[in-house]
């Protein structure tokens, strides 16, 4: 079946702009997450959204960064005013089960962000 | 808070040797540990995981891990090394009880040679 999937694969910006970037879970996931993973270093948690339940926003750098999710599907990451640092690979996964952490999660393949 | 080490930054091995891929964590109770592997170009790729029950859990690819609590460890193991099994490997934790936030640690990238 199909995997998780994400866009852009790439995105280079200027400092300054906003960005969005997309993810479509496994159809029927009710865990969606979104890591950051800088140049050699591990994943850095994001946001964690549950079902209906309100998103755990605990892994956000910022108030220029914000995430939606529509019902148990698509899910934005917004990047407003990006700067330098924000350059990364954006992970997006999804997993079975209210519980997250019994089930395991399948990672779509990233966006490259690059802010020049 | 929880933390993951990994304290290999690159493990070097030749084929049909074993392999182990460190990893020490530090979390409040008692431990869900993962391992995933990342493919050049490709996504992470979930291995293998620890919930409870036997400490030696078998995954995917002729992967295990062993779990020990007194040295909160959950090294990765390979009994023979495989050139295709060169990627980069990451050790994860979540505290039980949690609704899942995994901390990773920073991977080790793992070189079989012929």
């Known amino acids: 079946g199909a995997g998780v999937s994400q866009s852009p694969s790439n995105k280079v910006t200027e400092k300054g702009k906003d960005v969005e970037l997309r993810c479509d879970p496994i159809?029927?996931?009710?865990?969606l997450y979104w890591y950051r993973q800088r140049l050699g270093q591990g994943l850095e948690f994001l946001i964690y959204?549950?079902?209906?339940?309100?998103?755990?926003k605990s892994g956000l750098p910022s108030d220029r960064f914000s995430a939606e999710r529509t019902g148990e599907s698509v899910s934005t990451l917004t990047i407003q005013r990006t700067q330098q640092e924000d350059s990364a690979v954006y992970l997006c996964?999804?997993?079975?089960?209210?519980?997250?952490?019994?089930?395991?999660?399948?990672f779509g393949p990233g966006t490259r962000l690059t802010v020049t | 808070a929880q933390s993951v080490a990994q304290p290999e930054d690159q493990v070097n091995v030749a084929e049909g040797n074993p392999l182990t891929v460190k990893c020490t964590y530090s979390?409040?109770?008692?431990?869900?540990l993962f391992w995933y592997v990342q493919y050049p170009n490709r996504g992470l790729q979930f291995l293998l995981k620890?919930?409870?029950?036997?400490?030696l859990v078998k995954g995917s690819y002729g992967f295990e891990a062993e779990f020990n609590k007194s040295q909160t460890s959950f090294h990765l193991k390979k009994p023979s090394a495989l050139v295709s099994d060169s990627a980069l490997y990451f050790c994860?934790?979540?505290?039980?009880?949690?609704?899942?936030?995994?901390?990773f640690g920073t991977g080790t990238r793992l070189q079989v040679t012929l």
């Open positions: 620890y919930i409870t029950g036997d400490n």
């Open positions: 959204f549950q079902g209906n339940s309100a998103p755990d």
């Open positions: 159809s029927g996931h009710t865990a």
């Open positions: 996964a999804s997993s079975l089960a209210s519980i997250g952490a019994l089930s395991e999660q399948y």
């Open positions: 994860a934790v979540s505290p039980t009880g949690t609704a899942s936030k995994l901390t």
């Open positions: 979390v409040s109770g008692n431990p869900y």
